[in-house]
């Protein structure tokens, strides 16, 4: 088939790159339209290089498990645009990529650079923790009950909890985790007008894809980032201690330290990805609840379905909507031919509704099973921190759900605009706790 057939309608391609999409719901009606009729059609948006957008369950899992074929590393991971490629490319002596994480990384140094942290976010290591997560869950819900039945649910207990639980595994002080709250949120947020820098005029960002009004790339925040993980870093060196700063400021690959744009991209992929997206599920399923007495119903009835709301509340929200490939030679895919070079947007988000996979997708089901989501991704980037981001959930719900009486909206609730990750920003809530 010629690539003019497999073209989507401009309005779907559009509202693939708008982050506006993202947060009023628009992109999950462009969803049920792709996978229905292009489930791998080809998007082409002026401002960006044409891609691949991939929305079935079954093709996601297939490019996800082929890390060989289907690379992190040649292009940018994330949606950019033609300017920001080519701004970063300048800066970075031709390399596609402002820093260089797992998720930039493909093999044979991306299994390297996993092993560092791996054993720390193993359930065996994360046992251990479970005890001072259960205090700082203890804390969170009785900040919730201080408020006197009215909250913020995303400011008062969402945002604070795993950034917490992070930030002690990190070995961040407490007094900086507004600081680093404020980073991950002017990150991932950059295209909000609430959350970016550019809403306060403080902005050094580049357009991040055309056509896609004000999605940015803030350099200014990375740069933040990079100042205060060095110091933090030197200090590690100088002194370890039992936190994952030090085993990233003292690593060691093939003899060797790793590289300061590799330590740096370390700590701020955990400081970032570690609690942003557990907050947006955690908000999310509360979201959920308060729009659905019978599954809050069901959930006190028989507690043992937490883990189940736990799933749920993840492929719901699923805050990571798309991470890009890049194929690695000619190949074909769902009876597509792809090209070397080729560029895909795994669209996660309409994996988690696909109706072949899940009866009534746009349902939330606290029993629902099984649920084979997609939001921690597949294959060699399986997320590394799903056991820690499961277990504060559950720990969460078990200290919150035998307490609450009641729960109902109060307002009305908004998701940030982000094409990348984005999650409830704002909730208010009306509840009675025991
Ligand atoms: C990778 C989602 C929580 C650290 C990923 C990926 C997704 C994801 C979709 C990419 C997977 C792929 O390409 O196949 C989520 C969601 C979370 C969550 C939905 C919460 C509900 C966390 C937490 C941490 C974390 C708590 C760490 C403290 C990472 C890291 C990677 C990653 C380091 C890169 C792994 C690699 O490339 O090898 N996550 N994540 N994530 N996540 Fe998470």
Redo the contacts with the bound molecule.
């Keep these: 088939m010629a690539h003019e057939d497999l073209r989507i309608p401009d309005e779907y391609a559009q509202t693939l790159v708008d982050p506006v999409a993202y947060a009023d719901g628009r992109v999950f009606r462009t969803y049920d339209w792709l996978r229905a009729n292009q489930p791998l059609g080809r998007a082409e948006v002026a401002g960006v290089d044409p891609f691949w957008v991939v929305t079935r369950h079954a093709d996601i899992l297939e490019i996800?498990r082929q890390n060989d074929l289907f690379l992190?590393g040649d292009k940018s991971?994330t949606l950019v645009s033609q300017e920001a490629d080519a701004r970063i490319r300048e800066m970075m002596g031709g390399s596609p990529h402002l820093l260089r994480?797992?998720?930039h990384?493909d093999a044979p140094d991306?299994p390297k650079?996993?092993a560092l942290?791996q054993a720390w976010?193993m359930p065996q290591n994360l046992r251990s923790l479970e005890g001072r997560i259960r205090e700082i869950a203890r804390a969170s819900v009785e900040k919730m009950a201080a408020t006197g039945g009215r909250c913020d649910f995303v400011r008062e207990v969402a945002l604070h909890y795993?950034l917490h639980?992070?930030m002690e595994?990190?070995g961040v002080p407490e007094a900086d985790e507004p600081r680093m709250l404020t980073l991950t949120q002017e990150l991932f947020g950059a295209a909000d007008p609430e959350l970016g820098r550019a809403a306060r005029g403080e902005d050094e960002s580049i357009p991040a894809a055309a056509g896609a009004e004000g999605r940015r790339m803030d350099l200014g925040v990375i740069t933040d980032f990079f100042n205060y993980f060095n110091a933090l870093s030197a200090d590690r060196r100088a002194t370890p201690r039992q936190d994952l700063a030090s085993v990233i400021a003292n690593a060691q690959i093939d003899g060797r330290p790793i590289s300061e744009l590799e330590a740096m991209s370390?700590y701020i992929?955990?400081a970032t990805?570690?609690?942003d997206?557990?907050s947006?599920?955690t908000a999310g399923a509360f979201w959920a609840l308060a729009e659905r007495p019978g599954e809050l119903a069901k959930l006190k009835a028989d507690p043992s379905l937490i883990s189940g709301l736990v799933d749920e509340s993840?492929r719901w929200?699923?805050?990571?909507k798309t991470?890009m490939r890049t194929v690695a030679a000619d190949t074909e895919i769902g009876g597509r031919a792809m090209s070397k070079g080729d560029w895909l947007m795994?669209c996660?988000a309409s994996g988690n509704r696909d109706e072949s996979v899940f009866p009534d997708p746009h349902e939330f089901r606290v029993d629902r099973s099984p649920n084979k989501h997609?939001?921690?991704?597949?294959?060699?980037?399986?997320?590394?921190?799903?056991h820690?981001?499961?277990m504060?959930?559950r720990i969460l719900w078990e200290e919150l759900i035998p307490r609450l009486k009641s729960l109902e909206l109060d307002g009305t609730p908004a998701m940030s605009q982000a094409v990348f990750v984005n999650g409830p920003k704002t909730l208010p809530v009306r509840f009675e706790l025991a």
């Design positions: 996800s992190n991971p994480t797992l998720i990384m991306h650079y996993r942290t976010f795993p639980v992070v595994i990190l370390y992929i955990v990805a570690g609690h997206t557990t947006s599920s993840i929200t699923t805050p990571v991470f795994l996660y997609l939001a921690f991704g597949y294959g060699a980037h399986l997320c590394l921190g799903q820690l981001a499961k504060e959930m």
